[in-house]
């Protein structure tokens, strides 16, 4: 089975050896969990368009095979124009899979490396009960979740603004695949934490998991994300995932804590000009 080297060979930073096909496989998810307003094909390079939304993950280049890598300087500029056009600014998301003529390229050209962050990921217990995790925990409908998500404050000020909040709910809207929204609520029935995720195929993807700042330090982020294991477990998931920044030690001791262990990083590389 082929392994990628570990990340310091290419990047400068240690990272585990793991095998390709499973980051392949954890890509795909994520591709699937948090679908773009438009995707365009060149071999394996996958364009993720979502003009508005400010996250980087719908707004970037993504690359699926480290063996296509034919023509890596035309065919980045040819993306950097369709960014161009439609008004959004050009991120290459770096994986283990960006093949070695387009990490050395983008070197060459000196850009920015920004957005450290990890995907962790940890066996699904088949025995998990979602019944089992507090009852202040209940799956809910999308616009219900979007609902609560603000109310606690989001992952952060910004993504709970009107628009950014529009933007979010129509790219939950586009998941093919199931879509779970968890909320938890206080005695009064206010929402303390939301989080949701995504059952696809034999993979569990947890996102945007929140606590209202009055619920914080009482153990409601482990007990969302427990929750979310449990409805993987009851999907027929058998490995969960999710996506932590490397400043966020407070989340990394909790997904730790929880069995969860790195299991590749990502970063993005920014072209100087924003464009």
Known sequence: ?????????????AAPAVPLSRVRALEEANLNGFPSDRLLLDGQWF???SPGNPARRVNSLNVF????????????AAARAVFARAGVDFHLRWTPLVPQALTGHVDA??????GETGVWSRVIDADADPSGVGANVERVALADWLVAFGATGGTRPAAVAPLALSRLGAALERVAADLICLVARTREG?????????????????????????CRRSGLGRTMVRACLAHGADA??????????AENAPARALYRALGFSEAYRYHYRAPPDGG
Do not use: F, H, K, N
Request: net charge negative.
């Open 1 to 13: 089975m082929a392994t990628i080297a570990p990340e310091a060979d290419r990047s400068g930073v």
């Open 47 to 49: 364009l993720r368009l």
């Open 65 to 76: 095979d480290p063996a296509d890598g034919a023509d890596c300087a035309a065919r980045l």
């Open 109 to 114: 050209l000196g850009w920015a490396r920004i």
């Open 190 to 214: 206010a929402p303390a934490a939301v989080a949701v995720a995504v059952a696809d195929r034999d993979l569990l993807g947890i996102y945007d998991l929140a606590v209202a700042p009055s």
């Open 236 to 245: 027929g998931c058998r490995e969960a995932w999710l996506q932590v920044t």
